[in-house]
T-cell receptor, first 111, second 112 residues
Framework: DVKVTQSSRYLVKRTGEKVFLECVQDMDHENMFWYRQDPGLGLRLIYF???????EKGDIPEGYSVSREKKERFSLILESASTNQTSMYLC??????????FGSGTQLSVL | SQQGEEDPQALSIQEGENATMNCSYKTSINNLQWYRQNSGRGLVHLIL?????REKHSGRLRVTLDTSKKSSSLLITASRAADTASYFC????????????FGPGTSLSVIP
């Protein structure tokens, strides 16, 4: 089975800190995604990548950047964390767009 | 912008009853998928229906797709307490390649 691993289950950071969220998949998938999930809003796409070093903006990229130096790893970066970035962050990967495999999520709190 | 939106937002039923959730979307799609999320966890893929299909079954799940109305429904038959979860539809748009967009979800509670 595909495994998508997010580095932290819970994370607490201060406003203004630079935050790295790491995601690793073990199935050689081309596509990787970062979503944030907030109550009542569902999942919103932040960034996605369809190949190494390739990235595309999703619906809410402001305040975020990403890095994909290796196929298996897709990192989400909060350049200067703010309280409105407190959220559940979900990483996913897929071979084609027909089935996404999700990690368990990182609950980020920015104080 | 949300591609898919589910209805209702929340649903509470008795064990053994059927649960129906609906999803509407805005643009032409290649595929529509349904996912399930248990509280505080990642999402799990349930079923995919292609734009040229009208109905699909998997165990106790039945999915329909009406591309003329840009809508889909997920039916869970003979529900169990273990079906309690949030359910999301997701679409990949023909005009926004590589993007998979999720709706806000339906929270299903199955009461034993």
């Amino acid at each position: 089975d595909v495994k998508v691993t997010q580095s932290s289950r819970y994370l607490v950071k201060r406003t203004g800190e630079k935050v790295f969220l790491e995601c690793v998949q073990d199935m050689d998938h081309e596509n990787m995604f970062w979503y944030r999930q907030d109550p009542g809003l569902g999942l919103r796409l932040i960034y996605f990548s369809y190949d190494v070093k390739m990235k595309e903006k999703g619906d809410i990229p402001e305040g975020y950047s990403v890095s994909r130096e290796k196929k298996e790893r897709f990192s989400l970066i909060l350049e200067s964390a703010s309280t409105n970035q407190t959220s559940m962050y979900l990483c996913a990967s897929s071979l084609q767009l027909e089935k996404l495999f999700f990690g368990s999520g990182t609950q980020l709190s920015v104080l | 912008s949300q591609q898919g939106e589910e209805d209702p937002q929340a649903l509470s039923i008795q064990e053994g009853e059927n649960a129906t959730m609906n999803c509407s979307y805005k643009t032409s799609i290649n595929n529509l998928q349904w996912y399930r999320q248990n509280s505080g966890r990642g999402l799990v893929h349930l079923i995919l229906i292609r734009s040229n299909e009208r109905e699909k079954h998997s165990g106790r799940l039945r999915v329909t797709l009406d591309t003329s109305k840009k809508s889909s429904s997920l039916l869970i038959t003979a529900s169990r307490a273990a079906d309690t979860a949030s359910y999301f539809c997701a679409t990949d748009s023909k005009t926004s390649y590589d993007k998979v967009i999720f709706g806000p979800g339906t929270s299903l509670s199955v009461i034993p």
